[in-house]
């Protein structure tokens, strides 16, 4: 089956810098939009960037500029720069892979806190 393996989340100090990497597997990656999504407790799973099929990119306004999403097709891999991190980007961040004929999946989630 389809599987998204998040990995590169942990504690790191405001103003620092974290890389999630996401690796998919039995899926034909270069065809999938790919996205990082985040939930923080006692709220709702919340968009924070996508890339297309064709690198397109697409940010929420509050990590602009900070975060970079970006893909490598060869190594069925999307990744996710974090910079510039400050407290309330504190969350569960999710791997999504998303094709409208292909299905829809999410990775289990990577915990990133930005704590002093």
């Known amino acids: 089956q389809v599987r998204l393996v998040e990995s590169g989340g942990g504690l790191v100090q405001p103003g620092g810098s974290l890389r999630l990497s996401c690796a998919a597997s039995?899926?034909?990656?270069?065809?999938?939009?790919m996205g990082w999504y985040r939930q923080a407790p006692g709220k709702q799973r919340e968009l924070v960037a996508t890339i297309t099929s064709g690198h397109t990119t697409n940010y929420r306004d509050s990590v602009k500029g900070r975060f970079t999403i970006s893909r490598d097709n060869a190594k069925n891999t999307v990744y996710l720069q974090m910079n510039s991190l400050k407290p309330e980007d504190t969350a569960v961040y999710y791997c999504n892979a998303n094709q409208i004929n292909m299905g829809n999946y999410w990775g289990q989630g990577t915990q990133v806190t930005v704590s002093s």
């Open positions: 039995r899926i034909i990656f270069s065809r999938y939009a």
